[in-house]
């Protein structure tokens, strides 16, 4: 074995090299030097004191027991195991530019991802408090935030395609909606029977009111009071004052009224796929997040209403 490969000798340089030459701070370093000396006991343990003799088997294999643990160490959740990997796929890469490997064995080799948080999306009955308190007041201003939080939550929208909804933009005939979404992309929604009475009730009582004041908004759905287009900004105070009339605890945004229309959606049966049309989603897989809720719901059900789910 060349003394140049040496496991122990090319850590302890590389440690060195973060010190010296990178200048990371102490914690930093005492977290690398602890990953690192890990990863030295799990190679040694497994025969390896060469680091040109490591394999990526090698690599995979500490990876894995970091998540599973030993006697000595517990299991890493998905952060700390990737910290890990990070500290040895920078080791590899000193190596490989020290020319003590031929290649570097991490390149393939990739940290865990964190597990993903899911969406907050609240009961339908705190939805429907929020809607009532939103227009409890009766004013021209309570009749659109009522009908903003009922099409936020009747189509899924985002907060920026909704304040950017146009008069021309509704067929309440049809019930729809054309959305305008991220990259210019449209699509058009179904709007629900609810969400159209506010609306008609907002069109026909409300905004004409709106409008006179300076006429501004122009084609603007949702009005301010001085006549111009609803911010997104303001769009959020209509939602948190709703929420707090309703006694609604919980940290509620536009985005939470989306995630509970996709919540709501899929607890009621409706397929991921369309449940994607509707979000305009690009891709299913950012869908498929929401179906991590729905489980949780479907295991609650079954454990309270199985005969056999618990003893």
Request: some cysteine; proline content about 3%; hydrophobic content about 45%.
């Amino acid at each position: 074995m060349s003394d140049a490969g040496d496991l122990d000798r090319a850590v302890q340089d590389y440690l060195g090299h973060l010190g010296v030459e990178r200048g990371l701070a102490a914690n930093t370093l005492g977290s690398y030097r602890r990953d690192l000396r890990r990863y030295r006991e799990h190679l040694h343990g497994a025969g390896v004191h060469d680091v040109a003799d490591v394999a990526e088997t090698d690599v995979l294999a500490f990876l894995a027991a970091l998540r599973t643990g030993d006697e000595e160490h517990a299991p890493l959740g998905a952060s700390s195991a990737a910290r890990a990997v990070v500290a040895v796929r920078g080791f590899h890469k000193f190596c490989l530019r020290e020319q003590l490997v031929a290649t570097d064995v991490t390149a393939a080799v990739k940290p865990p991802r964190p597990a993903s948080r899911l969406p907050k999306a609240l009961p339908l009955d705190q939805v429907e408090a929020i809607l009532e308190a939103a227009g409890a007041a009766g004013t021209s201003l309570a009749k659109r935030d009522r009908a903003l939080l009922e099409v936020l939550y009747g189509t899924g929208a985002r907060i920026s395609e909704a304040v950017g909804l146009d008069v021309d933009d509704l067929d309440l005939d049809e019930g729809t909606a054309l959305l305008r979404g991220k990259g210019g992309k449209q699509r058009i929604v179904p709007v629900g029977s609810y969400a159209a009475a506010a609306l008609g009730d907002y069109l026909t009582v409300a905004r004409p009111g709106l409008v006179s004041a300076t006429g501004r908004g122009g084609a603007a759905l949702f009005l301010n009071a001085r006549g111009g287009r609803l911010s997104r900004q303001s769009a959020w105070t209509v939602l948190s004052r709703a929420a707090r009339a309703a006694g609604v605890d919980a940290d509620v945004s536009p985005h939470t009224l989306r995630h509970s229309f996709a919540t709501h959606l899929l607890d009621g049966g409706a397929d991921v796929r369309v449940v994607q049309e509707l979000l305009g989603h690009a891709s299913v897989t950012t869908t498929q997040i929401y179906t991590l809720v729905t489980v949780d719901r479907l295991r609650e059900v079954y454990a309270t209403s199985h005969p056999r789910a618990v003893d």
